[in-house]
């Protein structure tokens, strides 16, 4: 699947659709999983099942987005996905057609491949696999949707008071792991007047404004490609006077 959505990028470039690159591929999609015999790697390594296939529009934001940002080296993701979000927009339907087919061949080739992975499999392997599967499922989701609203532009999330402090006494500290400079860095906030944790307070209120401004600003951009599904039900507006717990 990897190697094909890399050949998408150059038959798009080429001018090919989705529908010439399929034309005659025939057992050619299956050649990565062509075993004979079904081993137990089916229930102890699900690194090799084939993955769902990426929609037009990600396809198409995944391609674009490496040239906007050597285009663009000093803009934020969140403005080039609303570039990108615009050029799709008004990318001709002739063009869009390419991601589409393109969609719609990977869908089935993967629909195909799992077909024919689950028919060689026992019941009893059926059953194993099924499980992992859903347990791969459960610990990935939440990274998988991570990275993809990472590739998306969302905006990262406020920072406390003490997290602003953490980080910047982290990367003052040289001496010792990870955990001692946690530690020693934990008593120097708990021995901070509340004039001195007022500052680091201010910051927080700041972020938090800063991440409601670019959120808003975010969302209203995936509204307009169809990504109604990333929206907040419910909108928190940052307080002017928000107290922060020391």
Do not use: H
Not at 20 to 39: E, I, Q
Not at 80 to 90: D, G, N, S, Y
Not at 226 to 240: F, H, Q, T
Request: proline share 5%; charged share 30%; with cysteine.
């Amino acid at each position: 699947m990897a190697l094909l959505r890399g050949m998408w990028g150059v038959l798009n470039a080429l001018g090919k659709s989705g529908a010439d690159l399929c034309a005659g591929c025939g057992s050619r999609l299956r050649s990565p999983f062509s075993f004979a015999y079904v081993p137990k790697w089916f229930s102890s390594n699900m690194s090799g099942y084939p993955k769902k296939p990426m929609t037009s529009y990600v396809r198409f934001s995944k391609e674009q987005l490496p040239i906007f940002k050597a285009q663009n080296p000093d803009a934020k993701n969140s403005e080039l996905i609303k570039k990108i979000a615009k050029l799709w927009r008004e990318l001709p339907e002739s063009e869009k057609k390419i991601y589409e087919d393109a969609y719609r061949a990977d869908w089935q080739a993967y629909k195909e491949e799992i077909n024919r992975i689950q028919e060689q499999l026992t019941p009893s392997q059926m059953v194993s696999l099924e499980k992992e599967i859903m347990q791969k499922r459960l610990k990935k989701k939440a990274l998988i949707k991570k990275r993809e609203l990472t590739m998306l532009g969302k905006p990262k999330r406020p920072r406390s008071a003490y997290n602003i402090f953490i980080a910047e006494r982290f990367q003052e500290a040289r001496d010792g792991t990870s955990q001692v400079k946690l530690k020693a860095i934990n008593e120097n906030w708990k021995n901070l007047s509340n004039s001195q944790k007022q500052v680091y307070v201010q910051l927080a209120r700041d972020d938090k404004i800063r991440y409601y401004n670019e959120m808003k600003s975010w969302e209203e951009q995936m509204m307009e490609v169809g990504r109604e599904d990333l929206i907040r039900r419910s909108i928190k507006y940052p307080a002017k006077n928000d107290p922060e717990k020391f």
